[in-house]
């Protein structure tokens, strides 16, 4: 499956934005999805994770009640919406795909380039 993610930019801190990333190739539906983020410097980290279905959701801790995964299999779409931005959400922002429910890096399967999201103070 090729993953594309978009959607980010530069907002300031309190701000909202919603990433996207379309899937092409095999079944979305097949996936359990996940967002993850790299920060400079730092090692990419799991953002939010959401089953194939959408029935399930997980967070990280530092985006809980922040940030919203959704996904449209009918439109092979999984979304990530962001509010209440700080400057430490700065980051790469990467979508992956993964048949299992392992939502450390090493449990995905495929990943899409990155979009970059930069908060400002």
């Known amino acids: 499956v090729q993953l594309q993610a978009s959607g980010g930019g530069l907002v300031q801190a309190g701000g909202s934005l919603r990433l996207s990333c379309a899937a092409s190739?095999?079944?979305?539906?097949?996936?359990?999805m996940g967002w993850f983020r790299q920060a400079p410097g730092k090692e990419r980290e799991f953002v939010a994770g959401?089953?194939?279905?959408?029935?399930?959701?997980v967070y990280a801790d530092s985006v809980k009640g922040r940030f919203t995964i959704s996904r449209d299999n009918a439109k092979n779409t999984v979304y990530l919406q962001i509010s209440s931005l700080k400057p430490e959400d700065t980051a790469v922002y990467y979508c992956?795909?993964?048949?299992?429910?392992?939502?450390?890096?090493?449990?995905?399967?495929?990943w899409g380039k990155g979009t970059l999201v930069t908060v400002s103070s």
């Open positions: 992956a795909a993964t048949y299992g429910s392992d939502w450390s890096t090493d449990g995905m399967n495929y």
């Open positions: 959401i089953s194939w279905s959408g029935g399930r959701t």
């Open positions: 190739g095999r079944t979305f539906s097949g996936y359990a």
